[in-house]
T-cell receptor
Framework: GQQLNQSPQSMFIQEGEDVSMNCTSSSIFNTWLWYKQDPGEGPVLLIALYKAGELTSNGRLTAQFGITRKDSFLNISASIPSDVGIYFC???????????????FGQGTILTVHP | GAVVSQHPSRVICKSGTSVKIECRSL??????MFWYRQFPKKSLMLMAT?????????EQGVEKDKFLINHASLTLSTLTVTSAHPEDSSFYIC????????????FGPGTRLTVL
């Protein structure tokens, strides 16, 4: 089945630093999504990407849908303590059959921000 | 934005009892909802896809008779954990995909199930 490799697994940074994480896949996706999950909560959608090459920003967050449709990155600029959490990438496919509408998730990146 | 609620947020039950978890899309219609299970510090594991008005599609290894899913309306799906055992203790999260298409899923806040 499809698999996503998300890296890094964890990051320890100082407040104010920029952060970059990425996901790669051996398969093509039609949608790339980035979520943030706080402890004990459900994932919250940060950015949704629907077209290859698309670059989208949401405040201090920037994400890109790789041109090959097999990768995506998320950048966080000028990190603050509330950026702490687990970040997940997810790829979606429009393929028919049982895969339609499902998301494949990366393993997550645990971000720690030191004040 | 799209809001998905889950109820209850936490539940503690005795072994052998059944527990029902509700997932509602509050401001949009969801023809498809998904149920996930998440272990500590792990990624989300898809259990089943719930389609309004039809039977749920379960992932390999998920017992459909143990995890009963009902999607009776465009805004409500329920997951019932039957004859719960301690190993069913976990964080259960639902998500909803809007009727407008695309693959964007909006997640509920999750339900922490503890089986004693």
């Amino acid at each position: 089945g499809q698999q996503l490799n998300q890296s890094p697994q964890s990051m320890f940074i100082q407040e104010g630093e920029d952060v970059s994480m990425n996901c790669t896949s051996s398969s093509i996706f039609n949608t790339w999504l980035w979520y943030k999950q706080d402890p004990g909560e459900g994932p919250v959608l940060l950015i949704a990407l629907y077209k290859a090459g698309e670059l989208t920003s949401n405040g201090r967050l920037t994400a890109q849908f790789g041109i090959t449709r097999k990768d995506s990155f998320l950048n966080i600029s000028a990190s603050i303590p509330s950026d702490v959490g687990i970040y997940f990438c997810a790829g979606g496919t429009n393929a028919g059959g049982t895969s339609y509408g499902k998301l494949t998730f990366g393993q997550g990146t645990i971000l720690t921000v030191h004040p | 934005g799209a809001v998905v609620s889950q109820h209850p947020s936490r539940v503690i039950c005795k072994s052998g009892t059944s527990v029902k978890i509700e997932c509602r899309s509050l401001d949009f219609q969801a023809t498809t909802m998904f149920w996930y299970r998440q272990f500590p510090k792990k990624s989300l594991m898809l259990m089943a896809t719930s389609n309004e008005g039809s039977k749920a599609t379960y992932e390999q290894g998920v017992e459909k008779d143990k995890f009963l899913i009902n999607h009776a309306s465009l805004t409500l799906s329920t997951l019932t954990v039957t004859s719960a055992h301690p190993e069913d203790s976990s964080f259960y999260i639902c998500s909803a995909r809007s009727s407008g298409g695309a693959n964007t899923q909006y997640f509920g806040p999750g339900t922490r199930l503890t089986v004693l």
